[in-house]
């Protein structure tokens, strides 16, 4: 295996060039583009990483997996009354159709309109909706060293403008309750959460193993949730690039504008990528390239 994820690597660097590091919240633009990394561990516990592997990179939208869950928790199915579950063909920062006579909830959580509704849904008063989210991704990765980038938190609140927008369009619809700064804080927060590879291939285990973490017998979290946060993955997670990823690469994914991309096995493997440069979707180009051959290989595609 890891003879194989060292040629992979190798095979796609080249394709790090051909992308951009994402640079509307500045401090992502540090990040170095040549970077590619990739870490896959199996239900066994096998741990297998190569490349860039252990740069640290903030989640940005894989953490809205984790509020998903969370909001699932603590309100059931009645989060759907707020946020969709169709796949857009839209950008994930857009504010399409919300605005629209009869406007449509978000399309889905993992765009950015749908994410602040499932944020605002994780219940707690000011901190203690982020606070919670932490401290769930903490148990899941088993790591209880996880926490955010104040840079980046800060980075993202500063320029924030059209997040803010969708936010307080979402509150006029009567989608978004409660104080909207205190609900777009606990967003930029969880998405400034900084993980890397290992953590990353952890939380894939996590959900891969239907709620328990790594060496762990005990269910965090509802299989049922797990299930329908994994469909979501499936059909939404690379916004609108996910059909086509969907046909490559063939497993639930989350990426992140920072670069990171978390990908699940269901039964099988957890896997954490990391390349900061993007192709046109804010998907991680090489990386998602990396996944592609990576599946292909080892036969990963949920439909093979
Ligand atoms: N924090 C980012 C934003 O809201 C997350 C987006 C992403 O990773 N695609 O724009």
Redo the contacts with the bound molecule.
């Keep these: 295996m890891k003879e194989l994820l060292d040629r992979l690597i190798e095979k796609n660097k080249p394709l790090t060039d051909k992308g951009q590091v994402a640079s509307?919240?500045p401090a992502l633009k540090k990040a170095n583009p040549k970077d590619l990394g990739i870490c896959i561990l199996d239900i066994e516990g096998n741990l297998y990483c190569a490349g860039d592997y252990d740069r640290k990179f903030t989640m940005?939208?894989i953490s809205k997996v984790m509020a998903l869950i969370l909001a699932l928790m603590d309100n059931g199915e009645r989060v759907f009354e707020r946020v969709g579950m169709k796949p857009a063909d839209y950008a994930?920062?857009s504010l399409y159709k919300l605005d629209l006579p009869h406007g449509d909830k978000p399309a889905n959580p993992m765009i950015?309109a749908g994410a602040i509704v499932t944020t605002s849904l994780i219940k707690g008063e000011g901190e203690e909706k982020f606070d919670r989210l932490l401290k769930l991704l903490r148990e899941i990765s088993s790591n209880q060293h996880i926490k955010y980038n104040e840079e980046v938190y800060l980075s993202?609140k500063a320029t924030?403008d059209k997040?803010r927008a969708i936010a307080y369009l979402l509150k006029n619809k009567g989608l978004l309750e409660g104080d909207v700064e205190e609900i777009l804080n606990a967003?930029?927060k969880q998405?400034s959460i900084e993980v890397d590879c290992i953590d990353l291939a952890r939380i894939g285990i996590f959900l891969a193993s239907k709620g328990r973490p790594l060496g762990s017998d005990e269910k965090l979290v509802d299989e049922e949730i797990i299930n329908t946060s994994l469909a979501i993955m499936t059909s939404c997670g690379m916004y609108d690039y996910s059909g086509e990823y969907l046909a490559q690469v063939g497993i639930p994914a989350k990426?992140?504008?920072?670069g990171g991309v978390l990908a699940v096995v269901p039964n099988r493997f957890g896997i954490g990528v990391y390349a900061p440069a993007l192709d046109q979707y804010?998907n991680s180009l090489a990386g998602l390239e990396l996944l592609k051959d990576l599946s292909k290989e080892l036969k990963l595609s949920i439909f093979s």
């Design positions: 509307y919240i940005q939208s994930f920062n950015n993202e924030a997040n967003y930029f998405c990426s992140g504008v920072a804010g």
